[in-house]
DNA sequence: GATGAATGAGTTTTCATTCAT
DNA sequence: GATGAATGAAAACTCATTCAT
């Protein structure tokens, strides 16, 4: 019978709070995009606003760990599906899993070009996601279930385009997203396709934008 | 008869002070997003913060003005292209054009959900847009250049779908959209396709978004 | 008959905050020392609080612009003293004002260090100060008034020193720092010293402080 | 009778904490001033935050743990230095080794007019050092050493100013207090001086400063 | 009509202090 | 007694909006 009250106590209770952050946090930023004040967001947890930033050391370290939150869990899927007997079918519950879990992100969009997504860990974390689909897509490539010229950069990159086609439809048709998915695999394995223009992408590029100055 | 100015020498000011700022505003929020300050559009267009107001009386009026520039800029050149020979061609034309007017817009999808898109007059041209769209994709359809269950708003929305798809590269690769439309059109061609799960949207529904409360 | 109303009108209320906000904020630095808030200076100038920030853009810079008000005031006293007919009497004055113009100030001491210390304007302040000092320094030690060893920075230095010397005293004895000014004169005239240790200070080092990181 | 750590461990370690606590909050205030957290004093010591609490109710309590440390050490210093047979040398020597004590400290003089000064042990701690300096210039005033119309208090307000004088200079010229303290010794024995203005202070006045209210 | 100064509510963030473990 | 998580008041600063000139 191991006692584990004490120290542990404190560190389960350190542990739910950051839980309760990080799911208040998903939750206000998906529904109402970045610009919910930390203030909310604690209120949202039922914590003082001091505990966010003791979890969080500014709003931009919390939306790099909700980004992260959400990279890891694709990465996980898509590592899982690495596994799976149908390449084609492994690719499209990859995607699907992937666009359901931005489906009701508002926030998704407007982190694009923000210094959350400049975190060393997030931007390991984008190039980890883009490997795995690249090998996802490779798999799928050589079952001759998509085409040649895509990468699995963007595959990754459909994901935020598919959530975004259905966005402006969410409150009225919350799946709708499944509709344009259906579009873009459609899109993906076209039998003998003209090239696509523009070189392929290997990688996100997540360097600092060139500061105007 | 050479009018001397006076009344409408100011008339031709305001009219060039409303152009000033809808075009600083417009690269303003281009540039980076929703969050540019009225002082910074202001500073901008080379006026002052006051006659900001004057010409808008809210920010969000500002960004509605923004919205409707640009949907009749593309209902514009949709009602053109109805008049075009090829449907297929035109339909791309239009998605074309649409896509690159949207492409180094940062602002464009953080407006979803917005009181701006509430205006009557940005939900009357969103509506105007649609029918284009609809008539444009109808045509298209007619010629089997177009899937038979893909409406006109899923072309809209596609527009922006395949801008938020290149974002992330849009400083490393400035024309990547012209690769994820190609790919959208691949989609919408597929002869003899499965049909598309969900209800195609005939309409954007732009009722006030139902307050968590 | 000149008509000066209009936009004048404008700016001489802002000339008018402007002095309401340097004159609150010098008497709350002087009475609290730095750490006032600028919610407080603002409530004493009767004030906004965003109407201080528009007119000193952190409380640093409004740190810089009392300190810059005392600077010029010093060196403009100095300035007018070297025509005085007898330079020992003009460099008591000199002191004299000097130390009166910190007597009450409890900020004084803690801006040592500071950034605002830093500002290009109020680094070029003191260097002038500095200047003016040495020449009034150079004329009294010509007419035999001070001991050779001494420059005009000792000077400025003495009077942060005297000031601090009677702080204790304030509140008891307003006007306790005359009997350390008199002390201090008395050493700086000393007929035939022993040389000061330590190398004579040519002006206030004013960089950076080599942070330990 | 070796004794087993028990109680005896415990308040050994209670001492052990006090002394690291006040070894890093000492540092910590001379090279900071008084706006070091608390967080950082007691990173700095190695403990948690809640027991600086612990042992100093209050930040103020903590500093002014600090000042009855140098108070003591310097009236420690005096009392030794009462038995010496040099009785001017005896008080360049307290006096040197009082402006030293402070020399690397920016705490000082933020600390006047503190709620810290006012601790009933400090306010005791601060007479005594008067007296005991008392009773020091006045074995150096029998000798001729000192002027007559200077008092241990006005000795113990100089090393408070002479500190300041040189503090400015403190990075590029560590020791140039030394040059101060020379010219403020050559001001206290000057032969036949004019009486001092001012009442010369008996004591240092500690009464709540009277708050504008 | 244009200007830009003033406003003040709102945001992020810090930190002394409390208190459960 | 020690720990460090939580608290919440307070600070600096921003910005949409108003309004006197």
């Not at 019978?1 to 106590?9: F, K, L, Q, S, V």
């Not at 208040?24 to 930390?38: K, Y």
């Not at 499209?92 to 508002?106: C, I, K, Q």
Request: net charge negative; hydrophobic share 45%.
């Amino acid at each position: 019978m191991t006692e584990t009250t004490g120290t542990a106590g404190q560190r389960a209770d350190l542990v739910r709070n950051r839980r309760l952050l990080l799911g208040a946090a998903t939750e206000a930023f998906a529904e109402r995009g970045v610009e919910v004040s930390m203030g909310e967001i604690a209120q949202r947890a039922g914590l003082a606003k001091g505990t966010v930033f003791r979890h969080f050391a500014s709003k931009d370290d919390l939306l790099a760990a909700i980004m992260l939150q959400l990279l890891d869990r694709l990465t996980g899927t898509a590592d899982r599906l690495l596994q799976a007997d149908d390449p084609a079918l492994a690719l499209r519950e990859f995607m699907t899993s992937g666009v359901e879990a931005l489906a009701t992100d508002r926030a998704f969009c407007e982190v694009v070009g923000r210094p959350s997504l400049q975190h060393p860990e997030v931007r390991e974390a984008i190039n980890q996601l883009c490997e795995v689909a690249e090998a996802l897509t490779a798999r799928a490539r050589e079952h001759g279930a998509v085409r040649d010229d895509v990468t699995g950069t963007d595959i990754v990159l459909l994901l935020g385009g598919i959530h975004q086609t259905a966005a402006p439809l969410l409150a009225a048709q919350p799946q709708a997203w499944r509709r344009y998915l259906e579009l873009a695999l459609d899109g993906l394995h076209v039998p003998n396709p003209r090239a696509l223009p523009e070189q392929p992408p290997r990688h996100l590029p997540l360097d600092d934008p060139p500061e105007a100055g």
